[in-house]
């Protein structure tokens, strides 16, 4: 439970960083981004808020703004943003790249973010995303191939089906990480053409010497 609370502050944190919001547009963005699977209610938003702002990361002011559902002369929505300790929370929180950074309940949220999030912890990430992944996949093929003849065709079909979404995950994982590594290569000086060396103006002109030499 600890674990989900957790990814859920940092997904609100990680909202309110680009832009204050209210707690109706905060629990759509939510939903966009933890899931369908994990859709946020309003029962599980507003505890976790009332939290951040009781521990100092938020703070909530009134806005005269309605929402779009309510009736004339219902009371204004709180619009929730990030105070200087939340946003130094925010930024230690994006700095690990400990295991619980690329497991099943909170990689999705991390990535995500990975816009605020340095390239060195971007690349922690993914590389131990792949290697869990490595290993699920390892578990699952030694499992089908030990009970693929005890299996009915849709169970069969199902643990192909789970199979297959791990290897497009890891091959997709391996793009981003060779994408990553990449921005981090020494690139070429902008002042250097490529396919070129300091000693190829020379070459030329000790050529046209040596043309002028055969012809004098």
Do not use: C
Not at 79 to 93: D, N, P, R, S, W
Not at 108 to 125: G, M
Request: charged content about 30%; proline content about 3%.
């Amino acid at each position: 439970m600890r674990a989900r609370s957790s990814v859920l502050e940092l997904a609100i944190l990680g909202l309110l960083q680009e832009t204050p919001m209210h707690g109706y547009e905060l629990r759509k963005r939510l939903n966009v981004l933890l899931g369908s699977f994990r859709a946020l209610s309003y029962g599980s938003l507003y505890p976790a808020l009332k939290g951040m702002v009781a521990r100092g990361l938020i703070v909530g002011s009134d806005s005269n703004a309605a929402p779009p559902h309510a009736l004339a002369g219902k009371r204004s929505r709180i619009v929730y943003e990030l105070t200087a300790e939340g946003k130094e929370f925010l930024q230690e929180a994006l700095a690990s790249s400990g295991p619980a950074a690329w497991e099943d309940e909170s990689f999705d949220v991390r990535f995500a973010l990975f816009s605020q999030t340095d390239a060195e912890t971007r690349l922690r990430i993914l590389e131990g995303r792949r290697t869990r992944l490595a290993e699920r996949l390892e578990t699952i093929r030694e499992s089908y191939a030990r009970a693929r003849e005890r299996m009915d065709e849709y169970t069969l079909e199902l643990q192909r089906h789970g199979l297959e979404q791990v290897e497009h995950e890891v091959r997709w994982l391996d793009s981003l990480i060779d994408t990553e590594r990449g921005r981090g290569r020494t690139r070429i000086s902008p002042g250097a053409r490529p396919g070129t060396d300091d000693n190829a103006g020379g070459d030329s002109l000790a050529g046209d010497d040596k043309k002028k030499k055969e012809r004098g």
